[in-house]
Nanobody, 124 residues
Framework: QVQLVESGGGLVQAGGSLRLSCVAS?????MAWFRQAPGKEREFVAT????????KYADSVKGRFTISRDNAKNTMYLQMNSLEPEDTAVYYC????????????????????WGKGTLVTVSS
């Protein structure tokens, strides 16, 4: 059983920055961020292979968001810069215990564990 706890959400103006954190009870092969905006389906944001550090991003956040991890703290981060109102959503941390070390998954259906989410609101 892997427990995931997100933090760092809040209200920020467009153009601003936030850093989300996800503390895991144990590390997993792959960890990822997803988000769900009001009235929309959950969508992939970014993923990282825990041991190799290989990352992937959704096109909508590429160049603005950075995913990273601190192995010693079992903590994953999402640095979000140049935030836009369209980034408003609940952000979820997820873990894929069988994920590939060289090809971290972007598929929500592959994730075995989920956090409860943290709300990010970007005002215009």
């Amino acid at each position: 059983q892997v427990q995931l706890v997100e933090s760092g959400g809040g209200l920020v103006q467009a153009g601003g920055s936030l850093r989300l954190s996800c503390v895991a009870s144990v590390s997993s092969n792959t960890m990822a961020w997803f988000r769900q905006a009001p009235g929309k389906e959950r969508e992939f944001v970014a993923t990282i292979a825990w041991s190799t550090g290989i990352t992937k991003y959704a096109d909508s956040v590429k160049g603005r968001f950075t995913i990273s991890r601190d192995n010693a703290k079992n903590t994953m981060y999402l640095q979000m810069n140049s935030l836009e109102p369209e980034d408003t959503a609940v952000y979820y941390c997820a873990a894929d215990t069988d994920g590939g070390l060289w090809n971290p998954s972007k598929d929500a259906n592959r994730m075995d564990y989920w956090g409860k989410g943290t709300l990010v609101t970007v005002s215009s």
